[in-house]
């Protein structure tokens, strides 16, 4: 019968020792891969731990355009047990790692608090176990499930006074994040979504655009309370979405164009273009221009569906664009999926590890020996070396970071998940 047993430590160093012979032949420092791997850190996402539903006590849910599938048991009710889920997560990842938390997981104690009041006292808990796990918190203001997102339309919004609540929305959840970054004494990446479009042909694609710069402005504007250093504010565009198939207002040539006036980032999300459109040839032109981008790394199919995130194609170019292009400092990497029909736990481990694969694989490349045959016209040469590496032991490489890690490595942390379960998540109702 089979069974997902850990890998005994002594066969992964001797696998390892074989791995690292070969690939130091190609000169490349598998130990010092492994160590700027396990560095880089990646934002999980909340909304996976409990399909995206939020903690508020509100009247309705409406407005959304974001949507899980599935109803496999376990979701997590409340933030004790969704941090209770991320904490036995993280057991089984290796490598730094942030939390990115959406406004709507305040916990308010019971009391119906909207969106344009909530303060940092709203995510205390939050920051008290982001200081306990030493895993830093990122943030994002939550412009859908919302009656006053039922229309569509949020910071775009025609109505000057549903507007100016978004826009009330937008300041206080940078305010937050500011109490974030001075609770972990560094920066929180706040990201900026909205949901807003049209379903058929708009007649008028200008107002929405011109309201969405003016709100933008008014929603970011510098004042005494907020430190550009500490809260780093962020635009993610969109293609089309749920009730949004016809027309986007905050589309990729708007934001993309409004970040660099502005001086914040870009959020490439990597199922935010079209179906089959990839988003790492847009890095090296984008990064010519931006100094830094925020990337939400999904897996689409079809559409944007925000698959549980694979080590496949699409994920391998990203991170062998940026090592290639020495950008690895320059971009922050979080997660953005979320699937109710399988173990929700399974769902972090599996995405976040492939994340972290695909990292290693790109710093396993031995790029200065590619680039060379590049530029000295051995097109053959180069293309066969590539074609090499993808046969390469990698796995022996990505087993031993995880046992340099603490973490099971190959399959053995399903058992873990197996064991979680049934221990707590199946008590859940």
């Not at 599938?69 to 290796?94: C, I, S, Y």
């Not at 979405?241 to 164009?257: D, H, K, L, M, N």
Request: net charge negative; hydrophobic share 45%.
């Amino acid at each position: 019968m089979n069974s997902f047993e850990k890998v005994s430590g002594e066969s992964v160093a001797a696998a390892y020792a074989l791995a690292k012979e070969r690939y130091a032949a190609m000169g490349v420092d598998t130990d010092a891969a492994i160590e700027r791997a396990l560095a880089l850190p990646v934002s999980l996402h909340c909304w996976q731990g409990d399909d995206v539903q939020g903690f508020e006590v509100q009247e309705s849910t409406s407005g959304g355009g974001i949507m899980a599938t599935g109803n496999f048991p376990g979701r997590a009710r409340n933030g004790d047990e969704l941090r209770q889920d991320l904490d036995t997560a993280l057991k089984l990842l290796p490598g730094a790692h942030r939390l990115n938390l959406h406004a709507f997981y305040a916990e308010t104690d019971g009391k119906r608090v909207d969106r344009d009041a909530l303060e940092p006292a709203h995510f205390s808990r939050w920051m008290d176990w982001s200081k306990s796990q030493s895993v830093a918190l990122d943030f994002n203001p939550t412009f859908f499930a919302h009656p006053k997102a039922d229309d569509g339309f949020t910071l775009s919004n025609a109505d000057d006074a549903v507007r100016s609540f978004w826009v009330q929305h937008g300041i206080a959840c940078r305010k937050i994040a500011m109490a974030m970054a001075q609770n972990q004494n560094g920066p929180c990446v706040i990201n900026h979504w909205i949901p807003d479009g049209a379903k058929d042909m708009p007649a008028d694609r200008w107002s929405p655009r011109q309201r969405l710069v003016d709100a933008l402005d008014c929603m970011l504007a510098d004042n005494d309370a907020i430190d550009p250093a500490l809260c780093v504010d962020a635009v993610e565009s969109k293609l089309f979405g749920i009730g949004s198939e016809a027309y986007v207002v905050g589309s990729a040539e708007f934001y993309q164009a409004y970040a660099l006036q502005k001086g914040i980032l870009y959020c490439l999300d990597m199922g935010h273009f079209h179906p089959t459109e990839t988003i790492h040839d847009k890095l090296s032109s984008l990064m010519q221009f931006h100094k830094r981008v925020l990337m939400h790394v999904s897996r689409p199919i079809r559409w944007d569906s925000d698959h549980v995130v694979i080590l496949n194609d699409d994920l391998e170019a990203v991170f062998q664009e940026l090592v290639r292009g020495c950008a690895l400092d320059r971009v922050f990497v979080a997660l953005d999926f979320f699937d109710a029909s399988i173990n929700r736990i399974g769902a972090y481990v599996t995405g976040t590890r492939a994340v972290r694969k695909a990292l290693l694989s790109a710093l396993l490349e031995p790029v200065a020996w590619l680039q060379d045959l590049e530029r000295t016209g051995c097109g053959a040469e180069k293309l066969a070396l590539m074609e090499d590496l993808k046969v390469m032991p990698f796995g022996a490489v990505w087993d031993m970071l995880c046992e340099k890690a603490g973490v099971p490595a190959g399959a053995g942390w399903i058992a873990d998940m197996q064991k979680y379960a049934v221990d707590v998540q199946a008590k859940r109702g």
